[in-house]
T-cell receptor, first 114, second 110 residues
Framework: AAGVIQSPRHLIKEKRETATLKCYPI?????VYWYQQGPGQDPQFLIS???????DKGSIPDRFSAQQFSDYHSELNMSSLELGDSALYFC?????????????FGQGTRLTVV | LAKTTQPISMDSYEGQEVNITCSHN???????ITWYQQFPSQGPRFIIQ???TKVTNEVASLFIPADRKSSTLSLPRVSLSDTAVYYC???????????FGSGTRLQVQP
């Protein structure tokens, strides 16, 4: 069965550079979530989209933005990267019941800022 | 937004049953309770979800008392591969924001 696909799997950027992470949800899933997980930390909710519209916002820095496209894939854009942005970034997708339904997570993108 | 409280860590041995309890005193009427498992450097994986009483699937059971202010994830006969972090989430009805609190780090010993 198709799962959530994230690309790239690994990314190395320098401080002040820009990064774009991509997420391809499970077909027919209409909700996408983005999470940041630092070393030894719990996943932190960043932002979510439902039917290509922003749904909820968590602790997403102003330097980050995200969108969901007509084909339901989503991109997380990160600018002016800082060392503290080094983390695993997960994308998840779910059906239309939002937080009360099972979410499927991708394998994550490991971002390293040097 | 309902907040959850779980033990920080638990230890067990192979073959034992493990019960992890989560408190969620402010759970709303329409909220479901969902448990996820996470291995290092992997995305969280759905284990089980319930609303009330007892739910069982092929890997776990979920016990929810009548007041729904807590829930217990039961893992029967754990193995070394069950060593992971377990998160209890309470669905926030009307929002699309799965909020992870501090999970329980389960260590299974041989």
């Amino acid at each position: 069965a198709a799962g959530v696909i994230q690309s790239p799997r690994h990314l190395i950027k320098e401080k002040r550079e820009t990064a774009t992470l991509k997420c391809y949800p499970i077909p027919r899933h209409d909700t996408v979530y983005w999470y940041q997980q630092g070393p030894g930390q719990d996943p932190q909710f960043l932002i979510s989209f439902y039917e290509k519209m922003q749904s909820d916002k968590g602790s997403i820095p102003d330097r980050f933005s995200a969108q969901q496209f007509s084909d339901y894939h989503s991109e997380l854009n990160m600018s002016s990267l800082e060392l503290g942005d080094s983390a695993l970034y997960f994308c998840a997708s779910s059906g239309s019941q939002g937080a009360n339904t099972e979410a499927f997570f991708g394998q994550g993108t490991r971002l390293t800022v040097v | 937004l309902a907040k959850t409280t779980q033990p920080i860590s638990m230890d067990s041995y192979e073959g034992q049953e493990v019960n992890i309890t989560c408190s969620h005193n402010n759970i709303a009427t329409n909220d479901y309770i969902t448990w996820y498992q996470q291995f290092p450097s992997q995305g969280p994986r759905f284990i089980i979800q319930g609303y009330k009483t007892k739910v069982t699937n092929e890997v776990a059971s979920l016990f929810i008392p009548a007041d729904r202010k807590s829930s217990t994830l039961s893992l029967p006969r754990v193995s070394l591969s069950d060593t992971a972090v377990y998160y209890c989430l309470v669905g926030d009805t009307g929002r699309r924001a799965l909020t992870f609190g501090s999970g329980t780090r389960l260590q299974v010993q041989p």
